[in-house]
């Protein structure tokens, strides 16, 4: 008898090494490399599914298309996954614990089920009758829809293959083991060889899957980051505890946009879409206010308005102002205040400055630039601005301000919320049909902009 093979896997990265090592080498983590044993099997081989041998094709004799889709029954999720859920797709839904992702894939499944699909929903956290709770606060009892409580990969294939359901929901992927392998669930190596063996299964079936998992401390998906690159489309759920708003993004997706977001509200009967997030972002917006803006983003194919805030006081630290943000990049603020500084001659040094994104939403678009710097401004001269106004544009390191993509969008969807004035870039190409619905106003530097807006 062969005798098994024993390494030593780090959980963060899934770097392996013969020894045991405090430190990973790979990533820098401590205590986060643990020993794993395979046995005499062939690994490489993986989970044997009856089928076909595929053979190579000239892709000329192969049909275009991308498939034929199946509508989640929520217009929002099916917005970020570009239309559907393919056929024969391996999907994968990321977010913190409690954040919504089980919530939003049991409604899914519910409203599938109710118009006459098969879907079957494994869980390996939660039990039979704790689903059910769910289920029932959530309006999603249906007879096509199968509960399976399990988290063995050879029981769950066989159970796949009686039912030949339409849609197989994973929850979550860390729970799930193979006995091909001797390492405890949730390990580099079970998810590795899971997640494999789901993915043949799916393809080779035609039945689109989606997987939810686990994140670490720093918010990336549990499990080697091989995981996302097996996968057609890697989801994930973003939201603040203190907020009821949810976005749900999709970074990566083979079928569709990427950097595509829904919107929801979390709400008692479950995730609830949001079809207009910009009224809603701006709904409680204060008039008047100093620091107070409304920038445009493109997030995938949709505009979105949001409103800037920043708060500038006199620093009580000495020799140490606060520079803090939420919902923005940080490291980006503090390029743009060192622009202000430089270029407009703003005395900022000995300032606390802070930069907030109402709503708990999350921007990273260089075309809110010109908001955050004049949000800056208006709350360091203490000079609101007109609440009727958008401002649009990239901040260069010389202070001048840049030209962005999709400017008809962004005006478009400022004039539908009833804004009359727009600051965009100057020389910005755009359409000339605007004239009679909004005033718009070009800025060369920042300067220009504040002498527009703060005078």
């Given at each position: 008898m062969q005798k098994p093979k024993r390494y030593f896997s780090c959980q963060g990265c899934g770097y392996q090494t013969p020894k045991w090592l405090g430190r990973c080498p790979d990533c820098g983590e401590w205590n986060t490399i643990i020993e794993e044993r395979i046995d005499s099997l062939d690994l490489s081989r993986g989970i044997r599914i009856g089928g076909p041998k595929t053979v190579p094709l000239p892709i000329t004799h192969i049909e275009s298309g991308e498939g034929k889709r199946l509508s989640s029954g929520i217009s929002e999720f099916d917005r970020v996954l570009g239309g559907g859920i393919v056929s024969g797709s391996l999907i994968l839904i990321g977010g913190d614990p409690g954040i919504g992702k089980s919530t939003l894939i049991l409604q899914s499944s519910g409203k599938i089920s109710k118009n006459g699909k098969t879907v079957l929903y494994i869980s390996g956290e939660e039990s039979y009758s704790q689903i059910r709770m769910r289920s029932d606060r959530l309006g999603s009892l249906s007879e096509r829809l199968f509960i399976l409580c399990e988290t063995s990969l050879e029981d769950i294939i066989t159970q796949i293959d009686n039912i030949r359901p339409s849609l197989i929901i994973i929850?979550?992927?860390q729970t799930i083991y193979t006995s091909e392998l001797q390492s405890a669930p949730g390990s580099i190596s079970q998810v590795r060889e899971v997640s494999a063996g789901l993915m043949r299964l799916s393809k080779e079936l035609g039945i689109p899957t989606i997987l939810i998992g686990h994140v670490t401390k720093d918010g990336a998906i549990a499990g080697p980051r091989v995981l996302e690159h097996m996968v057609d489309t890697v989801?994930?759920?973003?939201?603040?505890?203190?907020?009821?708003?949810?976005?749900?993004?999709?970074v990566k997706n083979r079928f569709g946009s990427t950097n595509e977001i829904g919107v929801f509200e979390m709400m008692r009967e479950g995730l609830g879409e949001v079809c207009n997030p910009s009224e809603i972002f701006l709904a409680e917006r204060p008039s008047g206010i100093p620091g107070s803006v409304v920038v445009s983003s493109i997030e995938g194919t949709r505009p979105i308005l949001v409103e800037l805030q920043s708060l500038v006081s006199t620093s009580t630290s000495f020799g140490m102002p606060r520079r803090m943000t939420t919902g923005v990049d940080h490291n980006r603020v503090a390029i743009l205040t060192a622009i202000i500084e430089k270029r407009a001659g703003f005395r900022l040094q000995g300032e606390d400055i802070f930069v907030n994104v109402a709503g708990g939403v999350k921007i990273?678009?260089?075309?809110?630039?010109?908001g955050i710097v004049v949000a800056i401004a208006s709350s360091f001269k203490n000079r609101p601005i007109d609440s009727h106004t958008i401002i649009i544009g990239e901040v260069g390191l010389g202070g001048e301000v840049r030209r962005v993509p999709q400017i008809d969008t962004r005006i478009g969807e400022g004039i539908k919320l009833g804004f009359t004035r727009c600051i965009i870039p100057k020389n910005q190409s755009r359409s000339e049909g605007y004239a009679d619905s909004v005033d718009i106003v070009e800025a060369r530097t920042i300067g220009d902009a504040f002498e527009i807006l703060l005078n």
């Open positions: 929850d979550s992927v989801l994930y759920f973003e939201g603040d505890r203190g907020h009821s708003f949810r976005i749900l993004r999709a990273n678009e260089p075309a809110t630039d010109l």
